[in-house]
């Protein structure tokens, strides 16, 4: 989660107020450390941007939309039953908008689950953001210095940094519901996922594949992939990789001959990002097409943006532990 230590000064209403010992209304003062940088929040906000989809599915999921003044960097189609909410907050951008352009849309906070918004070229650096009084939070999964980045993705860093937002925005009772819910599921998706071994000779191996066909894009370990797989109790076939992701070639790939493949449907349309793509380059290509995952079309489909810590982690284990009960079950 982005932090690690958190202390909240007259914790906030949902109202985004408390009251002082002389009855007066105090703003909510939240103080925490994100990704080895003190961020300070003087009062919830009312003009934050978020700067790319996890970051703003977690504030629409939230209740956040009227709070915010800009989105940027849209990867997959909204999640269907935050759209109307994700209509009502501008675009600043296809990608990441620039620090004028982010500026210019007045922010009292940026939030990102990724380092790259707040490049140079970018949104601009957390501490220059700070010097202009706008403070930026950054997800623990992707801190500037490699070195702060947790060893692997937890659920409880997830739900942390939800928390994070809702304490923040002067939210708590939205985001401890929204926790509920969250865990609630996946404790179902822990107990129904039954044996997935069942017609197995042993326990299977996914390989987790996110783009591109000459040079894929696979899943190593410490990263969401290899958290759900732990969760769902199956093995990954690239863990001994110690990159949350690597560039593989299809000829060690098939040394390895995974189980299961589960692709990533990216809709932003380069080499290899839809499903159909992948699996259409996978039943063509002359080394791929004889992987055993291929020939017996053992594929498990989540969106892209599901392969990320997010909101949208827990429906990945469970859309995942749907497919291994279809194939397994």
């Known amino acids: ?21 002389a009855g007066a209304a105090t703003p909510a003062v939240t103080e925490l450390t994100s990704c080895g940088l003190p961020l300070k929040v003087a009062a919830p906000p009312r003009r934050a941007v978020s700067m790319e989809q ?14 915010m003044a800009g989105t940027a960097y849209r990867t997959d189609p909204v999640l269907t039953e935050l759209k109307a909410g994700y209509d009502e907050v501008p675009v600043l951008a296809d990608r990441y908008p620039g620090r004028e352009a982010l500026l210019a849309a007045g922010p009292d906070f940026v939030y990102s689950m990724r380092a790259s918004a707040y490049a140079p070229d970018a949104g601009g650096t957390r501490k220059d953001l700070a010097a202009l009084g706008i ?32 304490k ?12 509920a819910d969250l865990r609630k599921r996946l404790d179902v998706a822990k107990t129904t996922v039954g044996n997935v071994t069942t017609g197995a000779s042993a326990e299977p191996n996914l390989m987790w594949y996110y783009s591109g066909t000459k040079t894929p894009a696979i899943a190593g370990r ?31 790939i098939a040394e390895r001959d995974p189980d299961v493949i589960v692709l990533a449907d990216l809709t932003r349309g380069g080499d290899g990002d839809s499903a159909e793509a992948k699996m259409g380059f996978l039943r063509s290509d002359p080394v791929a097409s004889r992987l055993t995952a291929v020939r017996k079309n053992h594929f498990i489909v989540v969106p892209g943006s599901a392969m990320d810590p997010s909101i949208r982690s827990v429906g990945a284990v469970e859309q995942v532990g749907r497919g291994l009960r279809d194939l397994y079950g």
């Open 168 to 179: 923040i925005f002067g939210v708590p009772e939205r985001g401890e519901s929204v926790l």
């Open 54 to 67: 996890n970051a703003t599915e977690i504030m629409l999921t939230l209740g956040l939309a009227d709070r």
């Open 222 to 252: 410490g990263g969401l992939p290899d958290t759900i797989g732990t969760f769902l109790g199956v093995g990954n076939a690239f863990s001994d990789i110690t990159q949350q992701w690597s560039e593989g070639s299809w000829e060690k």
């Open 1 to 21: 989660m982005g932090s690690l230590l958190l202390t909240l000064a007259a914790c906030g209403s949902a109202s985004g107020t408390s009251t002082g010992v």
């Open 135 to 166: 403070p930026a939070y950054l997800s623990s999964n992707d801190c500037e210095d490699p070195g702060l980045i947790p060893s692997s993705v937890t659920f409880d860093a997830i739900f942390g940094e939800i928390d994070d937002i809702a």
